[in-house]
Structure formats: structure tokens, C-alpha cells
């Protein structure tokens, strides 16, 4: 029986953390804090893994089954998923955004708070959401800010 949204909503914890499965391999579970971690077990080159699919309800049952095509996608063309993920994590550890955080964490100690939210704030608005994605490689003149 799959689950549906009010059912998970509805899961109570228990002194022990248990597992709810929803189907085609997703399940959650429930902790005795009653946190909900969607989780997928799968088979990679003869070895068994399990990759995170999100916490609820930061991450819905719907997201979750999303994530879980997608996976299921990869793992069909012959990539292992949790690798797959490390590699893109570390791909945009290299992205303006995070280096530009970084920057920002240095700098802002020499700064008021106010010259700080205010440079952090305008960051956000201006500059990310244009150029936050983008890797520093495909810029060389950018790598000045990692030094």
C-alpha cells in the first residue's frame, strides 16, 4: 500500500526508529525524534547502497518519488547515483556563489553589520541568481577571489 501525504504526516515515532515503505523500493524513516528520511536501497555493480532522498516535509513525498525516477534513470544508463552526486557537489564547490561566500565570511569581519547585511544582501539579489552558478574555471581572471 503506498503512502500518501496525510499518512506520512500522520507517522508517530516510536521508542525505536522504524521504516514505512512506499513502493518500487522508496521507504521513510522514522526516528524516535520523529524526524522522516525518504531513503531508496539499491544494487550497484553486485554491492548494495542507499542514497538519501531529502528529509520531510522539507522534501515531499511527490519530490521523493521525483528524485527516486531520476535515480532510477541513472542507475539504468549505468551510473551509480551516489557518486554521480558527490561529483556535482564538488563540481559547484567551484561556483561563483560558494567562492563568493566564502569571500564574503573573510571579509565581513572587518565590516560593520550593516555594510555587511547590506553587501550580502545585494549579492543575493544582483549577482547570484545571474552569475552564482557559474564555475570559476570558465573565468580564470575570477580565481583572483579563492586566494
Known amino acids: 500500500m503506498k503512502l500518501s501525504e496525510i499518512k506520512l504526516k500522520?507517522?508517530?515515532?516510536?521508542?525505536?526508529?522504524?521504516k514505512i515503505y512506499?513502493?518500487?523500493?522508496?521507504y521513510v524513516i522514522v526516528t524516535p525524534q520523529?524526524?522522516?528520511y525518504f531513503r531508496y536501497?539499491?544494487?550497484?555493480q553486485g554491492k548494495r547502497k542507499t542514497?538519501?532522498?531529502?528529509?520531510?516535509?522539507?522534501?515531499s513525498l511527490k519530490?521523493?518519488?521525483?528524485?527516486?525516477?531520476?535515480?532510477?534513470?541513472?542507475?539504468?544508463?549505468?551510473?551509480?547515483?551516489?557518486?554521480?552526486?558527490?561529483?556535482l557537489r564538488n563540481e559547484s564547490s567551484d561556483c561563483f556563489e560558494v567562492i563568493a561566500r566564502e569571500w564574503f565570511r573573510i571579509?565581513?569581519?572587518?565590516?560593520t553589520d550593516k555594510h555587511a547585511r547590506t553587501v550580502i544582501r545585494r549579492?543575493?539579489?544582483?549577482?547570484?541568481?545571474?552569475i552564482g552558478n557559474i564555475p570559476v574555471k570558465k573565468y580564470p581572471h575570477l580565481t583572483c577571489l579563492r586566494s
Open 34 to 36: 520523529g524526524r522522516k
Open 41 to 44: 536501497d539499491y544494487k550497484f
Open 123 to 130: 549579492l543575493e539579489i544582483f549577482v547570484f541568481p545571474f
Open 22 to 26: 512506499d513502493g518500487q523500493g522508496l
Open 51 to 59: 542514497i538519501s532522498l531529502g528529509v520531510y516535509p522539507a522534501v
Open 63 to 87: 519530490q521523493a518519488r521525483t528524485k527516486l525516477i531520476k535515480i532510477k534513470y541513472l542507475i539504468g544508463k549505468g551510473i551509480d547515483p551516489a557518486t554521480q552526486r558527490l561529483r
Open 10 to 18: 500522520n507517522l508517530k515515532p516510536l521508542t525505536r526508529q522504524y
Open 107 to 111: 571579509k565581513q569581519k572587518t565590516w
